[in-house]
Every structure is written in C-alpha cells, then in structure tokens.
C-alpha cells in the first residue's frame, strides 16, 4: 500500500511562485512514474509533469520553461517548482505514483492565482 499526501499550496499573485511537495510513504518500490497532474472546475484532469522510471521528464506544454518537478528519494517526496505563476495554472493538484502498475494518488492541493 502506498499513501501520498500534497502539501504547498495556496493563493499567490500572477508572477509568482509556490514549490509544492509529496511525501509519500508505505511500499515504495518499482516505480514506474511519479508525476503531478491538475484540474480546474470543469475541465478535464491533465498531466503537469512527470518523472518516468529511467529519469526522463515530461511537462505539458504551457508549464515548459516555468515548472520543475524534483524528487529527493532520501525523503521519498516529489516537487512541483512553480514559477512565473499564470491565473491559467489556478487548479487542485494531485500527486501521482504508478508503483508496480498501480496508480495511487493523493487527495489534491488548491493553487489559486490571482491577476
């Protein structure tokens, strides 16, 4: 069993920035993602960014250049580096695990910002 839980966000101005974290705990082993997706009122969950087994990372498109996702293993968290903050990236976010081919998933943080 594994147990994610996001913390770090909130409600920033347009321009700035928020890093949030998982920690995650329990039987962390064969991972095959981690990644941290998003979803705004009436719209469809997305992928934010993600880690793949072999290091590789993939972002979608609006966050490029803006958002970093980071892992420290010794404290089995994930990070989201958020910067240059858009009222576009207003959404709840979720932490996301597939660890040995099942997904588990975190109950979301809002990150509201503001113009």
């Known amino acids: 069993q594994v147990q994610l839980v996001e913390s770090g966000g909130g409600l920033v101005q347009a321009g700035g920035s928020l890093r949030l974290s998982c920690a995650a705990s329990?039987?962390?082993?064969?991972?095959?993602?981690m990644g941290w997706y998003r979803q705004a009122p009436g719209k469809q969950r997305e992928l934010v960014a993600r880690i793949i087994s072999g290091g590789s990372t993939d972002y979608e498109d609006s966050v490029k250049g803006r958002f970093t996702i980071s892992t420290d293993n010794a404290k089995n968290t994930l990070y989201l580096q958020m910067n240059s903050l858009k009222p576009e990236d207003t959404a709840v976010y979720y932490c996301?695990?597939?660890?040995?081919?099942?997904?588990?998933w975190g109950k979301g943080t809002l990150v509201t910002v503001s113009s």
């Open positions: 329990g039987s962390i082993f064969r991972i095959n993602f």
């Open positions: 996301n695990l597939n660890v040995r081919r099942v997904d588990y």
